[in-house]
């Protein structure tokens, strides 16, 4: 499963990890941790996480001397290689091969939820990224049929610009606030001038039409009031002419 001549890079190292042995299963439900010997693991040492190419490796290594314990080799996740189990987050199931080819399932566990997720973690990221390489490989191979868009000038057509040449646009009118216009100003000329300060000075006051009520009111209620005579012009020669008469007699 690993490529010849491909680097081995290393996702994750976990120092403290505990193997568990598992009894079989007895039906299809999912595993539960709490049917292992949590209180005495098997096993006790150091966890690395590396790939070759597209496989990922967990490798179990001695803390001290860095023998390898086991290794179980992991081409897609999550899979049958790791199944995490269904009463807790810090335990998972494992199928270990050796180089012959034969397979086991054992249990492994962390002591810290914040190992666990690291672990979950850096499988989950290496095969987002296989899956990102397998898209681009596919697409490399796959001959793009899709129409392309020509925007480039066919032989004998030709384009024409207006440098310079600016039309003038006209003021739009600012509208009021119920939508109609403003009204134009009133044309020169048609103003009345200011009084001036000597027609000011010569302007008597009027009278209120509350006086002259009043002052009405008050002729008419006065019974001793005498008419004078009204008398134009006639009538007052007419008298110097009788005076003259009487003189001269």
Known sequence: MATEGAYESILCVKPDVNVYRIPPRASNRGVRAADWKLDSPDWTGRMRVTARGKVAYIKLEDKISG???????????PGIAVETVSDSSRYFVL????????????????????????FNVALQDHFKWVKQEDEISKQAQTPDNTPKLDLGFKEGQTITLNIGQSRKREKARPQGSGGFGLLPPP????????????????TQPAVEEGDMGCLLDLDSTNDNSVDAPISNTTETSDLWGDFDSVTQK
């Open 95 to 118: 199928r270990i091969q050796d180089d012959s080819g034969r397979s086991a399932f054992i249990g492994i566990g962390f002591g810290d939820r914040g190992d666990s997720f690291d």
């Open 67 to 77: 023998e390898l314990f086991a290794q179980a080799p992991i081409d897609e996740f």
């Open 187 to 202: 044309p020169a000329g048609k103003l009345a001038p200011p009084p001036s300060k000597s027609d000011n000075q010569n």
